[in-house]
Antibody, heavy 113, light 107 residues
Framework: QVQMVESGGGVVQPGGSLRLSCVTSGFNFSAYGMHWVRQAPGKGLEWESYIGRDGTNRYYVDSAKGRFTISRDNSKNTVFLQMNSLRTDDTAVYYC??????WGQGTLVTVSS | DIQLTQSPSSLSASVGDTVTITCRASQGISDFLAWFQQQPGKAPKSLIYAASSLHSGVPSKFSGSGSGTYFTLTIRRLQPEDFATYYCQQYDSFPITFGQGTRLDLK
């Protein structure tokens, strides 16, 4: 069955960095573009970033440009999100998603001094 | 950026009812629209892609329609597990955007 497990979340001070990972199994990872989507406490879903199947095409929401970097390792069925210069308004649950099909359970990022 | 506006923002219904949620796009997106369900404290679940195609394992009580700028999600014969928040998402162009969500509550 499909499994997608995010990790790497935690508490970080403003200006700090985190690297999120999403390890997947149960589907053909290299056939899917991958997304990171976040959800601030009590708020709706907000798309953050996308990476194409071979890693060539990458897109970001404006607020993430220059701070976040998405990458993937198809040999390990894993997608990453490197987050630098974190701000308090980056506090959210971060989900990875495979296309419009599969979602992980999320990892909580809290940015606080 | 393409804006998606869902209506209503919240909706109360009873078990057995049929409800319809609408999603309007600020510009045409063909059929590049998906619908997701999110239970409280849980990850989103994919329901529909390409405006009207059901994901594997999603019951046929869920149906989607529309193209261009107007889309609907209809849920028939509501059951307790259907009371959740529903989001539409456009993937016609980047940045990908979501509607603000529709919360479906038990009346």
């Amino acid at each position: 069955q499909v499994q997608m497990v995010e990790s790497g979340g935690g508490v970080v001070q403003p200006g700090g960095s985190l690297r999120l990972s999403c390890v997947t199994s149960g589907f053909n990872f290299s056939a899917y573009g991958m997304h990171w989507v976040r959800q601030a406490p009590g708020k709706g879903l907000e798309w953050e970033s996308y990476i194409g199947r071979d890693g060539t095409n990458r897109y970001y929401v404006d607020s993430a440009k220059g701070r976040f970097t998405i990458s993937r390792d198809n040999s390990k069925n894993t997608v990453f999100l490197q987050m630098n210069s974190l701000r308090t308004d980056d506090t959210a649950v971060y989900y990875c998603a495979a296309g419009a099909s599969y979602w992980g359970q999320g990892t909580l990022v809290t940015v606080s001094s | 950026d393409i804006q998606l506006t869902q209506s209503p923002s919240s909706l109360s219904a009873s078990v057995g009812d049929t409800v319809t949620i609408t999603c309007r796009a600020s510009q045409g997106i063909s059929d590049f629209l998906a619908w997701f369900q999110q239970q409280p404290g849980k990850a989103p679940k994919s329901l529909i892609y390409a405006a009207s195609s059901l994901h594997s394992g999603v019951p046929s009580k869920f149906s989607g329609s529309g193209s261009g700028t107007y889309f609907t999600l209809t849920i028939r014969r509501l059951q307790p597990e259907d009371f959740a928040t529903y989001y539409c998402q456009q993937y016609d162009s980047f940045p990908i955007t979501f509607g603000q969500g529709t919360r479906l509550d038990l009346k």
